[in-house]
């Protein structure tokens, strides 16, 4: 039997799952990452790729001990990560971007994650260009994306400093510190990093918006100075260097599979799936092109909302079209709503409450709005909550509006602050997640895209009552994964099995639509919904 690896890391935790040929997990572990805040500034995030690679390594020892696996029999491993942009030198030391004077000097906050919105400014410059890049974001460039970040750096940094730089998106980061190797994942560089399909880097593009120097070092700092780049799984490099292998307790040369960024991994890990009607497993294996019609909902801190065509289609105000982010030949659009996973405040003494219960906070919230809605003889709880209304764009809206400066706002409060108040703002913001859910896949299925189901993974699959609200806002069914938390790192074991299988087999010995079919077969074989 062989093993594979699969490392998920999030916007606060690194996790790394064991799996065996079938995709059953062996053993998981989760370890936090930290966060830094500005206290005066709440558009900041920044994170350490030093710590999340520590949290990383110490995840994937507590499996091999857990499951008492033998290193060697591990044949695979790949990475998934937020789209959050990682910065070193050249030789991959870590480099400050937090504001001030460490900017651009060696040290451990490295990471402006992608929730940080401090590149507001850039984002309109580069948005009033008109650059055939925006064409492939919804026309409007989001101020969560790589080359914003990037220009801020180039802004508030001292020119030699800045022009020692590498930049990556973090899923790239990881697979580079793994190998160190260079080569850029397709996903990374199409999704958030202007790279446009059929057309590569735009230098006119980069030199309109003041990153002359890119073009001018044949783009070194971006990591794409060949124009190569990998799709989803491919091996990078030699495999696992002899000092990540010390780090990870594996062996070196282990295929490393090119990364992807989280939520593509949340594809990945569901939308193959045969699902269960009336407790029986849907016989018939599903296709390739019957993708094209599963929507997959990666809900976590934020939700992304990804969808592949076989033909590129443009839809204002959703990111893409993508060409190739996960198989050749295929495109992608990402619809998404920013920090739905935070658009919550609750109380200790709920939490309190949930404890005593041996329940959990959405249950204890979901009892009392039944109780509630039967007191006040109200048909839904919609109707029990008709005088009071919720915006959630509490950080922006990403799609379909595409617009970083909304805000969120509650109309209707009254002075009550108790704990049903608490269990009516709590359904408002369900209702209001799932009618913008709606809003995204109607403006894909209006601009071409025919979406007949949503295929969930993250933290919302755990909430039934949510889900099966989004299931009547939709109009859609809505399918859940075996293990709603799993099947992220899942799909980034499917990368490291598809390495594996691609080495074993010979690289140079697979067609394209052999490769294709091979990660379906392994997507396909590996899930059960």
């Known amino acids: 039997m062989s093993y594979y690896i699969g490392i998920d890391v999030g916007t606060g935790s690194a996790r790394a799952v064991l799996v065996d040929d079938h995709g059953k997990t062996l053993s998981s572990h989760t370890k936090d990452t930290r966060t830094w805040r500005d206290p005066d500034d709440h558009r900041i995030f920044e994170q350490s790729t030093d710590d999340i690679w520590n949290s990383i390594s110490a995840c994937i020892k507590k499996c091999l001990a857990e499951s008492k696996i033998s290193p060697d029999k591990v044949k695979g491993l790949s990475f998934d990560a937020t789209c959050s942009l990682a910065v070193s030198d050249m030789n991959s030391d870590p480099v400050v971007v937090t504001k001030g004077k460490d900017l651009g000097l060696n040290g451990e906050r490295n990471i402006i994650l992608w929730a940080d919105h401090r590149a507001e400014k850039e984002a309109e410059l580069i948005n009033s260009t008109g650059s055939i890049v925006l064409d492939y974001v919804g026309g409007t460039m989001s101020l969560e994306m790589e080359i914003p970040k990037t220009l801020w750096l180039k802004n508030n940094m001292d020119p030699t400093l800045f022009s020692r730089c590498q930049f990556f998106d973090l899923p790239d980061f990881l697979t580079y510190r793994a190998t160190q190797d260079n080569t850029r994942s397709c996903c990374s560089v199409t999704c958030k990093c202007s790279y446009v399909p059929n057309k590569g880097w735009q230098p006119d593009f980069l030199k309109k918006i003041g990153l002359g120097e890119i073009v001018d070092n044949n783009y070194k700092q971006l990591g794409a100075a060949n124009r190569e780049v990998l799709t989803a799984g491919e091996p990078v490099g030699k495999g696992l260097s002899r000092q990540a292998a010390e780090e990870f307790g594996l062996v070196e ?215 099966q609200l989004f299931a009547d806002t939709c109009g859609v069914p809505i399918i859940l994964p075996f293990d709603e938390s799993g099947a992220v790192p899942l799909g980034a074991a499917m990368l490291g099995k598809f390495a594996a299988e691609t080495v074993k087999r010979g690289a140079g010995n697979l067609s394209q639509d052999q490769r294709g079919q091979l990660l379906w077969d392994i997507m396909a074989s590996q899930i059960e919904s």
């Not at 005088?387 to 009254?414: E, I, Q």
Request: proline share 4%; hydrophobic share 35%; glycine share 10%.
């Open 253 to 467: 040369g282990t295929p490393v599979g090119s990364a992807v960024i989280d939520a593509y991994a949340g594809w990945l890990g569901t939308v193959a799936g045969r699902y269960k009607e009336d407790g029986k497993l849907q016989e018939t294996v599903p296709s390739i092109d019957e993708s094209r019609h599963r929507l997959a909902a990666c809900a976590g801190t934020s939700t992304c909302h990804i969808v592949q065509s076989r033909q590129g289609v443009f839809v204002n105000g959703v990111w893409g079209p993508y060409k190739d982010p996960v198989f050749q030949g295929w495109w992608m659009n990402e619809g998404g709503q920013s920090s739905t996973g935070q658009a919550r405040t609750i109380p200790a003494s709920v939490l309190k409450l949930a404890e005593e219960q041996k329940s959990n906070i959405h249950q204890v919230l979901q009892v009392l709005l039944q109780k509630m809605k039967g007191e006040a003889g109200a048909e839904s709880l919609t109707e029990l909550t008709k005088d009071m209304h919720f915006y959630p764009d509490l950080h922006g809206n990403r799609s379909p509006l595409a617009d970083p400066k909304m805000r969120g706002s509650f109309v209707g409060l009254t002075l009550d602050d108790g704990l049903n108040d608490l269990a009516r703002k709590y359904n408002l913001t369900l209702e209001a997640i799932a009618l913008q859910t709606r809003h995204i896949v109607d403006e894909m299925n209006d601009k071409g895209h025919s979406i007949t189901s949503i295929y969930m993974s993250g933290s919302q699959a755990k909430n039934i009552p949510m889900m």
